[in-house]
């Protein structure tokens, strides 16, 4: 028996529809330090320069939009199609696996030509760029598919 560890085809609508927040979020943070709100908090830190174990007032809105935006990610990439069969799932993996090469070759070209500042954020973005890269790969080779009409 095949075991599926896909979720369920709402996880994909849910994705979709927080998705577009998390990313105003982050794009609004990144590149204008912009934050929709501010939301100070006592929070464990397990690691904080070189302390471990203490409590620290912080701002949580980075980790909200991070949390979002992988969540969301995560539930577009890895749910099932409503027609999810072998074709699907091959699909899928070669998706996949280009989107890890192609995520780990921007890395290394990144780590030879960016230094500074910009390497921390382009390697913080990279993060997200696997996620982001299967799925927009996914989707274009899952709409080709159905276009040629091989799904029937």
């Not at 609004?28 to 830190?45: E, H, P, Q, S």
Request: charged share 20%; net charge neutral; with cysteine.
């Amino acid at each position: 028996m095949k075991k599926s560890y896909l979720f369920p085809p709402v996880f994909k609508w849910i994705g979709w529809s927080i998705f577009p927040l998390f990313f105003a979020m982050g794009v609004a943070f990144l590149f204008f330090d912009y934050a929709f709100f501010d939301l100070n908090c006592k929070v464990l830190a397990l690691v904080d320069d070189g302390k471990n174990f203490k409590l620290m007032n912080n701002d949580i809105y980075e980790e909200i939009t991070i949390i979002g935006l992988i969540v969301s990610m995560i539930f577009i990439a890895f749910s099932k199609e409503k027609d999810e069969d072998e074709c699907i799932a091959q699909i899928r993996m070669q998706s996949l696996v280009w989107s890890i090469l192609i995520g780990s070759v921007l890395l290394i070209l990144a780590t030879v030509f960016v230094y500074g500042f910009a390497y921390a954020t382009v390697a913080f973005l990279n993060m997200f760029l696997i996620l982001f890269l299967f799925v927009i790969k996914f989707n274009i080779e899952l709409h080709k598919f159905r276009r040629t009409g091989r799904d029937q």
